[in-house]
């Protein structure tokens, strides 16, 4: 069984501030873990994954995460956010053992303040 | 722009008609997944092929769905006699066989009145 936990519905940042996007994991196995976001009306994009390799992982537009076997987490950060960035993002789980079907967080809606 | 494209983007109807959504996926990947997204939630896997094998179908997908995938190349996506429950945002996602990495079309978005 695989699930993911986003812990935050919303986060609110001021534009240039750092943003943190919690996520908690579980699986049985050694997971695939990425993080989607998704523009208004937009389809989802592909962040970055984590698949085994380095446990920092960076990605697109500035985002990057850490995976924690320890803390079963997997936290998407950037150091500035910009207005662009508002969208929703999810945290999403995969294994080959489940034919790499995805499993979705509930999602975080990120607002930037300007 | 993932390649992957879906067609109509926007679907109205009426409680009881038929429906059909299609997928155009990547030529070259031969793993095909549909999934759903309610509004406010993350999205939900429905079914998924490989080349033109249906290999699940998820407790989700009731006999008023089905999906087909000839010849492996594009997919349909059809709900007969819709329900208000149907409305949501339906994704087509691609994929390598062996691979993790899913690209998604824009999906189609369903209100049934």
């Known amino acids: 069984a695989q699930s993911v936990t986003q812990l935050d519905s919303h986060v609110s940042v001021s534009e240039g501030t750092p943003v943190l996007l919690r996520c908690n994991y579980s699986?049985?196995?050694?997971?695939?873990l990425f993080w989607y976001v998704q523009h208004p009306n937009k389809g989802l994009q592909l962040l970055l994954k984590?698949?085994?390799?380095?446990?920092l992982v960076k990605g697109i537009n500035g985002f990057e995460a850490e995976f924690k076997k320890s803390e079963t987490s997997f936290h998407l950060t950037k150091p500035s956010a910009h207005m662009s960035d508002a969208a929703e993002y999810f945290c999403v789980v995969s294994h080959p053992s489940n034919d790499y079907k995805l499993s979705f967080g509930a999602g975080t809606t990120v607002t930037v303040r300007a | 722009d993932t390649g992957v494209s879906q067609d109509p983007r926007h679907k109205i109807t009426k409680r009881g008609q038929n429906v059909t959504f299609r997928c155009d996926p990547i030529?070259?990947?031969?793993?095909l997944y549909w999934y759903r997204q309610t509004l406010g939630q993350g999205p939900e896997f429905l079914t998924y092929?490989?080349?033109?094998?249906?290999?699940?179908k998820s407790r989700l997908l009731s006999d008023r769905f089905s999906a087909e995938r000839p010849k492996g190349s594009f997919s349909t996506l059809e709900i007969q006699r819709t329900e208000q429950g149907d409305s949501a945002m339906y994704l087509c996602a691609n994929g390598q066989l062996d691979q993790e990495t899913q690209y998604f079309g824009p999906g189609t978005r369903l209100l049934v009145l």
């Open positions: 092929f490989q080349n033109e094998a249906q290999l699940e």
């Open positions: 699986s049985s196995y050694s997971p695939s």
């Open positions: 984590y698949t085994s390799a380095a446990t």
């Open positions: 030529s070259e990947h031969n793993r």
